[in-house]
C-alpha cells in the first residue's frame, strides 16, 4: 500500500516583508525598522505546515526559527503535494526550492514562462504583531477550473485522501476542485481565506471549513464586530445547515470555536504567547 496523500492546491508566492512601530497614515511615510523578503503564500504556507504537521522527522535545529530536515523520506505514511503555478522569474526559482527544502513534493507545480510568480508586500506593526498584506495572484491567476475534473488532477496523477485549499486561487477554480474531490469521496479542507463568497451548493462537499471572524462575519452575512461570545455557535450551525461537517472559527487571541456536524462544539482558550509576526499564522 502506498503513502497517503495530502494534497495542497492554491497559490505560491514571494513575501517581502517591512516592520514598523506604527503603520503609516494615509499619504503618509515612514522609514521601517526591518525588512525580509521570504517564500510564501497561504497554500505554500499550508504545505509546509503539513508536511511538519505530520512527520516526526522535522525537528527544530539550534538557530533560531529554522528547520532541519532528515531525509529521505521514502516509506512515510504521509506525502505532501503542492499543486500550484509560479512563473519563469527570479523569484519562482525560490519559492519552490523552499517547498522542496521543506519535504514537499514539487512535481504539480507549473513554471510558466510569461508570468510572474506571485508576490505580497506585508506591513508588520513591531509592537501588536499585527499586519496588513496586498498581493497579486501572478501565476496562480492561470489555474483554470478545467484542471481539476478528475480525482486524479487533485493529486498531480495521484488521487488524494485530503486536499487542502484557500480562495486565493480564482473562486470558479476553488469550487470546481471542491466539488470533484467531493463528489470522489476525497476530503475538502477549506480554509476561507482572503474572504469570499462561494456558490451554497460547494459547501456539501467541505468536511473541514477553517474561518476567521472577517470571514466568518462575510459568509454567514453579519458584521464583524456580530461575532462573538454568544453568536459563534449559531454562525457554525448556519455552515453546518449547508452541510459542512467539522467547523472551526479561530479567534486569535482568544483561541477558536468548533462544532461539528454530530452535535458537538466548545471553545478551545488560546495558549499565551508572545507574539512576534502573524503573518503565514493562518
Request: aromatic residues 6%.
Amino acid at each position: 500500500m502506498g503513502p497517503r496523500t495530502i494534497s495542497v492546491i492554491g497559490y505560491i508566492d514571494m513575501d517581502f516583508t517591512m516592520a514598523t512601530p506604527r503603520l503609516p497614515d494615509v499619504g503618509g511615510s515612514l522609514q521601517a525598522k526591518e525588512y525580509s523578503a521570504s517564500p510564501g503564500g497561504k497554500g505554500a504556507n499550508a504545505a509546509v505546515a503539513a508536511f511538519r504537521s505530520v512527520h516526526k522527522k522535522a525537528r527544530h535545529g539550534d538557530t533560531a526559527g529554522q528547520i532541519h530536515l532528515e531525509y529521505p523520506y521514502e516509506g512515510e505514511d504521509i506525502q505532501i503535494r503542492m499543486i500550484g503555478a509560479v512563473g519563469q522569474d527570479g523569484n519562482g526559482p525560490l519559492a519552490v526550492q523552499n517547498l522542496k527544502e521543506n519535504g514537499v513534493d514539487i512535481s504539480g507545480v507549473k513554471v510558466l514562462a510569461g508570468e510572474m510568480t506571485g508576490i505580497c508586500f506585508c506591513m508588520v506593526d513591531s509592537y501588536t504583531g499585527e499586519n496588513r498584506l496586498l498581493f497579486t495572484l501572478g501565476a496562480t491567476a492561470t489555474i483554470e477550473p478545467e484542471e481539476f475534473m478528475t480525482p486524479e488532477s487533485l493529486g498531480n496523477g495521484v488521487i488524494p485522501d485530503l486536499i487542502i485549499s484557500q480562495l486565493e486561487c480564482r473562486i470558479r477554480t476553488v469550487e470546481q476542485m471542491i466539488k470533484t474531490a467531493g463528489e470522489a469521496g476525497i476530503d475538502v479542507l477549506l480554509n476561507a481565506a482572503p474572504a469570499a463568497q462561494i456558490l451554497p451548493e460547494t459547501y456539501q462537499y467541505l468536511t473541514h471549513l477553517i474561518v476567521n471572524e472577517t470571514e466568518a462575519a462575510m459568509l454567514s452575512g453579519r458584521e464583524v464586530e456580530n461575532v462573538v461570545k454568544e453568536t459563534w455557535l449559531e454562525i457554525a450551525e448556519e455552515f453546518l445547515f449547508w452541510k459542512v461537517k467539522n467547523v472551526v472559527i479561530t479567534l486569535g487571541a482568544q483561541g477558536a470555536f468548533y462544532a461539528t456536524a454530530n452535535g458537538k462544539n466548545g471553545h478551545v482558550p488560546a495558549e499565551k504567547v508572545t507574539v512576534l509576526d502573524v503573518t503565514g499564522a493562518g
